[in-house]
């Protein structure tokens, strides 16, 4: 029973269960950035190319013959990729940036003075009384 404890704790720890959770969301995010690269900004990126359609750029190193399918070097697909690709560095950059910039408002905010301790407050007013 000890290695399933022990395997518990580990995947009930906050971290864990934090990262867990932003990889699925990230996974998502990647769905929808690929959509919107394939769906919505290649076509006019095609257009203004003279019609081009990305993903079906590829450099043909052997034609398909009866025993083998074509040998093609797919580089229209790598180019939707990268761009999907900088778009999601750029986002993740877009998140990391706000979070730094919060966590330096958080240190530039100057902790408000402690409160003076008991003895200092008697102190002073001790302090007070001798002067007068």
């Not at 867990?20 to 995010?29: E, H, K, L, Q, R």
């Not at 690269?37 to 019609?51: R, S």
């Not at 990305?54 to 399918?69: D, I, V, Y």
């Amino acid at each position: 029973m000890g290695m399933v404890s022990e395997f518990k704790d580990f995947a009930m720890r906050g971290n864990v269960v934090d990262m867990a959770v932003g990889i699925v969301i990230g996974g998502a995010f990647g769905k929808i950035v690929s959509s919107f690269t394939n769906d919505v900004l290649m076509p006019p990126i095609g257009m203004a190319t003279g019609g081009v359609d990305f993903s079906q750029l590829a450099l043909t190193l052997q034609e398909k013959t009866a025993e083998a399918a074509a040998v093609t070097v797919n580089y229209g697909l790598f180019i939707n990729t990268v761009i999907d690709f900088l778009i999601i560095a750029f986002a993740i950059f877009l998140v990391v940036k706000a979070m730094n910039s919060a966590k330096q408002q958080e240190e530039e905010t100057p902790a408000a003075p402690p409160e003076p301790s008991k003895e200092e407050v008697l102190l002073a007013e001790i302090r007070d009384a001798l002067r007068r």
